[in-house]
T-cell receptor
Framework: DSGVTQTPKHLITATGQRVTLRCSPR?????VYWYQQSLDQGLQFLIQYYNGEERAKGNILERFSAQQFPDLHSELNLSSLELGDSALYFCASSVGTASNTEAFFGQGTRLTVV | GNSVTQMEGPVTLSEEAFLTINCTYT??????LFWYVQYPGEGLQLLLKATKADDKGSNKGFEATYRKETTSFHLEKGSVQVSDSAVYFCALSRGNAGNMLTFGGGTRLMVKP
């Protein structure tokens, strides 16, 4: 158990809909990251928050947004969903922002858009 | 930009065989290098890491050495077990403007008894 909790584990929704994925980081971790894992794109970094502030942005679509709350949990919002958004979405957390910092991953939320 | 290239799988080995999974990277400066492992239905777990040139990371019999001259971080294990069957990801982190991980495509390892 990594200590990172993601909910829900599975989500099936229709095209055009909006969903929210939730992540609780490990106790004491201030950094939260979101990654997307798909068969064609592999593991792609989406966005990072550190202590409530956006720290870095990757290839995140404009239809996607995220935030980190004062209690440090994070939510990833996906809207106007398309079939191609079907993927496994991972949240990870770490203590800080140094390059050698270990990131701990949750078990992921599998999103299926039908 | 940063990128990681690792050998495509699947790699199929018999138990007790020697394992090598190749990984090369492109990055400016001095990234930290990682191997993560993903077991079926689970998230990624850190297997080992190295943070500067010539460092060797090791864990559970796996080893990888940070080679700056060849920009490589190959994963090796002398004797694989069935329980090592998983997908292995090589990754790097730069640490400036965010320490996100850049991953290779992953290599599936299957170990037969």
């Amino acid at each position: 158990d990594s200590g990172v909790t993601q909910t829900p584990k599975h989500l099936i929704t229709a095209t055009g809909q909006r969903v929210t994925l939730r992540c609780s980081p490990r106790s004491g971790d201030l950094s939260v990251y979101w990654y997307q894992q798909s068969l064609d794109q592999g593991l792609q970094f989406l966005i990072q928050y550190y202590n409530g502030e956006e720290r870095a942005k990757g290839n995140i679509l404009e239809r996607f947004s995220a935030q980190q709350f004062p209690d440090l949990h994070s939510e990833l919002n996906l809207s106007s969903l398309e079939l191609g958004d079907s993927a496994l979405y991972f949240c990870a957390s770490s203590v800080g922002t140094a390059s050698n910092t270990e990131a701990f991953f949750g078990q992921g939320t599998r999103l299926t858009v039908v | 930009g940063n990128s990681v290239t690792q050998m495509e799988g699947p790699v199929t080995l018999s138990e007790e065989a020697f394992l090598t999974i190749n990984c090369t990277y492109t990055a400016t400066g001095y990234p930290s290098l990682f191997w993560y492992v993903q077991y079926p239905g689970e998230g990624l777990q850190l297997l080992l890491k190295a943070t500067k040139a010539d460092d060797k990371g090791s864990n559970k019999g796996f080893e990888a050495t940070y080679r700056k001259e060849t920009t490589s971080f190959h994963l090796e294990k002398g004797s694989v077990q069935v329980s090592d069957s998983a997908v292995y990801f090589c990754a790097l982190s730069r640490g400036n403007a965010g320490n996100m991980l850049t991953f290779g495509g992953g290599t599936r390892l299957m170990v037969k008894p």
